[in-house]
């Protein structure tokens, strides 16, 4: 018998295939304060600010992805606002209206993996909203970065710093930014205690200490004793004795650091967490222990360099 023809099947034209939607993710990369001196208050109620800045490696993950609809704003973290509260939300806002689109901004989801403690004066949120403009402008078709250095300075005073990273001199409200050497690297042991401190809050406490005349002494100098140009930090921090003042406890974990080998600590930015500075990393490590008995967590991170930053907090493509 003959076999029975089998029928013959055609292959379906072949259609291209849909471009995979882009996503664009960035580190967000926290920053301590190695020196923070307050000059005066300015006419427009700002504090007029002298600062060095130190990026480090801990960090935050943005994502932003196309996806039709209104902008939407993600995050698993509890407490992390998810609108125009959020620094990441008014970044978009600002680009999306400075590269001059109409309306709201739309057609994109943005992600936010939060790993840097908030209100702890480690630039969070400042941080994710300069790796937003970043990620952002990518998605939506290119910024020169002199437009996205003028929309940072606009979303807060921090966040300028974010663009460049590394050891830098911050003037004005902490926006103007200069860079310096960088600082060799460092281990850092940053120690949250088991509260917040906001910015407003710190702030307002240096605002009533002055004007009650509470003359608390300047911190100790303490000049880090590596092969480095700058004097400009110099570990002293204006808002620190306000905020210890209220929170004994910071002058208790700054004094643990010191004794557990730190080559220098202070509380930094707006607090509440304080720093230590150790030359090795084996020193940072030892150190953890007894400020994790002592304070609930210690996190070990390191200084990173301009160029190291650079590298690390350049916007990555994905295809999903
Ligand atoms: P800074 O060092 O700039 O003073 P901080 O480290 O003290 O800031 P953030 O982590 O920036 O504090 O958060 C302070 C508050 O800002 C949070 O409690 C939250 O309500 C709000 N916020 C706005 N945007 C963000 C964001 N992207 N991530 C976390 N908090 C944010």
Known sequence: MKPRRQPVKRAAPRRAPAPAPRRIAARAHAKVNLDLRVLGTRADGYHELRTVFQTIDLH????????PGPFVLKCRTPGVPLDDRNLVWRAGAALWKALGRAGDPADTLVTIEKAIPMQAGLGGGSADAAAALQVLARLWGGAPLSLLREVASGVGSDTPFFLSGGTALGLGRGEEIYPLVDLPRHWVLLVRPPFGVS????????????????????GEL?????????RAAQMVNDLEPPVMRRHPEIGTIKAALREAGAVAAAMSGSGSAIFGLFRTRPGAV?????????????????TLSRAEYEARARPILRRV
């Open 60 to 67: 935050d993950m943005l994502t932003a992805q196309e996806k």
């Open 199 to 218: 910015t407003a809050e710190a702030y307002s406490w240096y605002d009533d200490d002055r004007a009650a005349g509470v003359r608390e002494p300047r």
């Open 222 to 230: 303490q000049i880090l004793p590596v092969p480095w140009p700058s």
């Open 286 to 302: 030892r150190a953890m222990r007894p400020l994790a008995k002592l304070a609930g967590s210690a996190v070990l991170s390191r």
